[in-house]
Every structure is written in structure tokens, then in C-alpha cells.
């Protein structure tokens, strides 16, 4: 069984005791999540999506809140002795998938 969940403005394929990586969410470690942004659902019975998956759920457990590995940006100009790193790291949150309800 799987589902697909819309959250953090990106989707994901799931299934229970998967851990996926996601925009950061409010919470403290081992906290309770719910997502209720199910896009679909496939089972033994088949595959639903739209209409067939409005009350299904998934629930999840938050493992743990961090930054994710820095992304360096280089910049340089030739012959000029010019060389720019800058970077960037995105928050994330850690979820371990507990359930998936399917309504």
C-alpha cells in the first residue's frame, strides 16, 4: 500500500515506515503529524485518486528537525583574481510514516 501526499509545496510517493525528508514543519521531536493532502492512494483493491481519496489521512512521527547538507555557490572571473562562495542550507524536518487511513 502507498499513497501520494501533497506538503510543503511538493509531492510524495509513501508508504508505511518510510522516512522522508520535507520542508519544515512546526514540532518537536517525536511529535504526532497528520497530513491530509492524500492525492491518491493504491492498495490491493486498486488505485484511487481525486475524489476517491477526500477523507483519507496519512500519519507520521517527527524523527528530527535540522538543516540539510550546504549547497555552495562559486562565482569567479578569469584572469581578474575574483572568487565568490556563498551558500545555503534548507530547514528540513524528518518523518517517519506510521499510518496510512485510507477512508
Not at 88 to 101: C, D, E, G, L, S
Amino acid at each position: 500500500m502507498y499513497a501520494v501526499i501533497l506538503t510543503g509545496g511538493k509531492q510524495y510517493k509513501i508508504s508505511v515506515d518510510d522516512e522522508i525528508f520535507i520542508e519544515k514543519l512546526e514540532g518537536e521531536d517525536g511529535q504526532d503529524v497528520t497530513f491530509d493532502r492524500v492525492l491518491a492512494v493504491a492498495d490491493d483493491s486498486g488505485m484511487r485518486a481525486g475524489e476517491g481519496v477526500a477523507k483519507a489521512t496519512v500519519s507520521g512521527q517527527i524523527v528530527k528537525q535540522g538543516k540539510n547538507k550546504k549547497i555552495d555557490i562559486m562565482k569567479y572571473k578569469a584572469k581578474k583574481g575574483f572568487r565568490r562562495k556563498t551558500g545555503h542550507r534548507q530547514p528540513y524536518t524528518k518523518v517517519r510514516i506510521t499510518a496510512i487511513n485510507a477512508g
